[in-house]
């Protein structure tokens, strides 16, 4: 999938540099299925192709509790890795996802067809913004049970997702894009789930404990953790992957929210 620059979920400086290794490996990572790319940091701005694990992976589907029921939506589905997982191991009905880079497309393309999942994956060129306000006509987004989402978040955003999302259909996200103004039904890290229609939160201590998690507080084991003590926890864990900012950016649209603005 596509990953914005402002949520990183990872130092790409910090990978080792294997340029003398990969050339002599690429024949054996082409003749595998599983095995078949190698994922690298992009310097176009994009995030990387694939975001996640396959273990990571599994987790977010089992999450939602995927099965052959389902019809799976990824937004921005990169080289298509989740919704790969989602067809051959959870035997997910139908997945479709959306793609605008040429390249990481064709890539997507590419892999279904040689895994023989056409006929369950599908693989659009465009901007997923176009698909939630029904600029493309190729599928319809109301009829997913399950959509992920694993970029920038924004309050217009999600209330135009929210308007096209059918009854008990879940939102999939994870730790680096959250969003302020629903609350997460359950989670299992990095990932979390919101039942559509969502929950709003009631105050910051409402949001904080449904994202954060923290029982009992550090200063006091008989009492819980205050909403102040749960921004510390979100901000230290965000300043790891070097997002601090965005801390500070979830509290004013919580604030906003909480004081009914728009």
């Given at each position: 999938?596509?990953?914005?620059s402002t949520?990183q979920?990872?130092?790409p400086?910090?990978s080792p540099?294997k340029s003398?290794?990969r050339s ?6 082409n ?5 078949d ?6 310097r176009?701005?994009?995030?990387p192709?694939?975001?996640?694990t ?7 589907l ?9 019809i799976f939506?990824?937004l921005?589905c990169g080289?298509a890795?989740?919704l790969i997982?989602?067809?051959?191991e959870?035997n997910v009905k139908?997945?479709v996802?959306?793609e605008?880079?040429k390249?990481r497309?064709h890539?997507?393309v590419?892999r279904v067809k ?6 369950r994956?599908r ?5 997923f ?13 109301n009829?997913?049970t ?9 309050a217009d955003?999600?209330e135009?997702?929210?308007d096209k999302?059918?009854k008990?259909a879940?939102?999939?996200?994870y730790?680096?894009?959250?969003f ?8 299992d890290y990095p990932?979390y ?10 105050s910051?201590?409402?949001w904080l404990?449904?994202?954060v998690?923290k029982?009992?507080s550090?200063f ?15 901000t230290h864990?965000?300043d790891?992957?070097g ?8 509290k004013?649209?919580?604030?906003r ?6």
């Amino acid at each position: 999938m596509e990953h914005s620059s402002t949520s990183q979920p990872f130092d790409p400086k910090s990978s080792p540099q294997k340029s003398n290794v990969r050339s002599s490996i690429r024949p054996a990572l082409n003749k595998s299925k599983i095995d078949d790319v190698r994922v690298t940091w992009p310097r176009t701005g994009l995030g990387p192709p694939i975001l996640f694990t396959n273990i990571d992976i599994r987790r977010m589907l089992h999450l939602a509790n995927a099965g052959p029921r389902d019809i799976f939506y990824d937004l921005g589905c990169g080289w298509a890795q989740n919704l790969i997982i989602a067809a051959t191991e959870f035997n997910v009905k139908k997945c479709v996802g959306i793609e605008r880079d040429k390249r990481r497309y064709h890539k997507a393309v590419q892999r279904v067809k040689r895994r023989n999942l056409s006929s369950r994956v599908r693989i659009i060129r465009g901007n997923f913004e176009d698909m939630v306000d029904g600029a493309l006509r190729d599928e319809n987004i109301n009829e997913a049970t399950m959509v992920f989402y694993g970029l920038s978040t924004s309050a217009d955003f999600l209330e135009r997702l929210s308007d096209k999302m059918r009854k008990r259909a879940c939102l999939l996200y994870y730790y680096n894009t959250l969003f302020p103004e629903i609350k997460a039904d359950s989670m299992d890290y990095p990932f979390y789930l919101s039942k559509h229609p969502f929950s709003k939160p009631t105050s910051e201590q409402d949001w904080l404990a449904s994202i954060v998690r923290k029982e009992k507080s550090s200063f006091n084991s008989d009492r819980g953790p205050s909403a102040g003590e749960l921004w510390d926890e979100l901000t230290h864990d965000y300043d790891y992957w070097g997002l601090r900012s965005e801390v500070g950016r979830y509290k004013a649209r919580l604030r906003r929210i909480l004081r009914g603005e728009t």
